[in-house]
C-alpha cells in the first residue's frame, strides 16, 4: 500500500483506508432517512390506513426496468473500479460514464412516471401513500442525482491521473442507492398486500 | 490506491441479480399473497445482500464495517418499535386521526 498521495488513501487507524470508512459511515447514516421512511410506510398500511390501495396504479414495468437499469450502473461501476485497480484510467472513465447514462435513463423514466401519475391526478397531497411515493422516490432521485455529479468530477480526476481511491468510494455509495431502490421496487411497485 | 481485494464474477453476480429480478416480477402475477410477499420481500432482501457482499466488497471487509451496519440496523429497529404505538395505536383522549380528518392539519399549520 503506498504512502503517497491523500490521507483518505493510506491512514486507517480502525484497518480501514480513512476515506472507505467515512464512506461507510454516511451510508450507515444514510440507513436512518431510507429506512425511517420505509418503516414508517410499513407501519402506516399495516396500521389499515386508507390509501394504501393506490400502489396498484403504479407502472410495474416502469419500476422493473429502472431496477434493471440500477443493477446494470452497479456492475458498471464496479467494473471502473476493478479496472482503475490495474491502472486502466481509459476504460475506467468509459464504464464510469456507462455508470452516468443509467443514471440518466433512470431518471428519463421516473420522470415519465412522474408526468403520467401527476396528469392523472395523483399528486402528493393525494393521499399518503402518494405522499410517501413522491417523497420516497424524489429523495432517491437526488441521490442518484448527486451520485452522478460526484462520478463526473471523480472521471475527470481519474484522467488526469489521481484519485483514484475515489471510484471505489463513489462505487460504494452508487450500490447502496441500488440496494434503497431494490426495497423501494417491492414495496412501492409489486406487493400490494 | 486502497488496498486491493480480490473480484468475483461480476457479471455472473449481475446476471444472478437480473434473475432474481425476474421472479420477483412474476410473482404477483400468479395472484398467491403470500407468495407475492415471499417472492416480493424475501427476493429483495436476497438481491440486498448479493449486491452488499460482491458489489460492495462487504464479504472482503473489515469486521467493523460489518458491526457498523448491524449497529445501524439495530438502531433502526428501536425507532420502528418505538414509532409503532404512535402510529398504530388509535387510543387515548388526545388521539386525532389527522389523515381521515384533513381539517385538523389545517388546524394545526
Known sequence: MSMHGPIATHRSASGVPTGRLATWWLLASEIFIFGGLVACFLLFK???????????????????VNTFVLLTSSLSIVLAHAAIEKG?????????WYTIGAGLVFLGIKTYEYTGK???????????F????????????????????????????????????RVELIGIYWHFVDLVWIFLFPILYIANF | MSEAYGHPNYVKIWFLLVVLLLISV???????????????FGIAVLKAFLVAANFMHLKFEKRIISFLLILA???????????????????GDQWIDCIAD???VEQRL
Open chain 2, 26 to 40: 412474476a410473482g404477483p402475477m400468479l395472484e398467491i399473497p403470500v407468495l407475492t410477499l415471499i417472492t416480493a
Open chain 2, 102 to 104: 384533513k381539517s385538523c
Open chain 2, 73 to 91: 440496523l439495530c438502531l433502526l429497529g428501536v425507532f420502528f418499535f418505538g414509532v409503532a404505538p404512535d402510529i398504530m395505536m388509535t387510543d
Open chain 1, 46 to 64: 399495516l396500521g389499515g390506513t386508507p390509501g394504501f390501495e393506490d400502489a396498484s396504479l403504479t407502472s410495474v414495468t416502469a419500476g422493473a
Open chain 1, 88 to 96: 486502466d484510467q481509459k476504460k475506467s472513465f468509459t464504464y464510469i
Open chain 1, 130 to 165: 402518494w405522499s410517501f411515493y413522491y417523497t420516497m422516490t424524489g429523495l432517491h432521485a437526488l441521490h442518484v442525482i448527486g451520485g452522478m455529479v460526484i462520478m463526473a468530477l471523480i472521471s475527470f480526476d481519474i484522467r488526469k491521473g489521481y484519485n483514484y481511491q
Open chain 1, 118 to 128: 401527476i396528469l392523472d391526478g395523483h399528486t402528493i397531497t393525494e393521499n399518503i
